[in-house]
């Protein structure tokens, strides 16, 4: 199954329609920089409704591991996305208190081996690449780069997905998991609830067509 993650909640009507809808993971921004950022208060107060099911991450960009683990046990997130610039013993030091999914800005030139000194990370998520920026662009990732790096580690697909193209992008990529902010919103930070439910029919509709038996070959 490939999970749905919806990045960028900022408010509950938001965070029950992706529910509804069928995400499988809500993201919530503490980004002090970001158009997406939430308060404290406001994560733990999303966060305490949310179904069984769905999993809450916790999105931040060098941020401290103290300031994490804080934060991590106020709200009770399930994973940290940590989408700055990182180091190895920085993630692996956060681990110790939640999962951490390792964001990195991919281009064609982005060095897979990268991906290989972070080995306590649960999972990579790949965004597209715009200077000065961390995610949140619309900027698509390199899917070249992000179909090799399957083949080794749990990949996270985000970067320029909308329900037009994340068919595409699964069928290209099978990845882990997507991951969608910008495009399914009306604007920053306010989601489009019927391009939200758009997408997710999509990536399970896209599910479906790759589980389907070949024309013509007796189902398993």
Known sequence: MILVKICGITN????KAACE????MLGFNFYEKSLRRVSTVE???MRAKLPSGVQAVGLFVNAKPSEINSLHA???FNAAQLHGDETPPIVSEVTRTVPVIKAFRVAADFTLSTLDKFHD???FLLDGSRTGQFGGTGASADWNVARRAVAAHRIILAGGLTPENVG???RSVRPYAVDVASGVESK???????RLKEFIDEVRRTEE?????????PAP
Not at 21 to 24: H, T, V
């Open 12 to 15: 509950w009507p938001d965070a």
């Open 21 to 24: 809808a069928g995400a499988d």
């Open 43 to 45: 994560a733990a107060t």
């Open 74 to 76: 106020f709200v009770r």
């Open 121 to 123: 990370a649960f999972a």
């Open 168 to 170: 595409a992008a699964i």
């Open 188 to 194: 920053p930070g306010k989601k489009d609830h019927a």
């Open 209 to 217: 067509q790759l589980n389907e038996p070949l024309t013509g070959q």
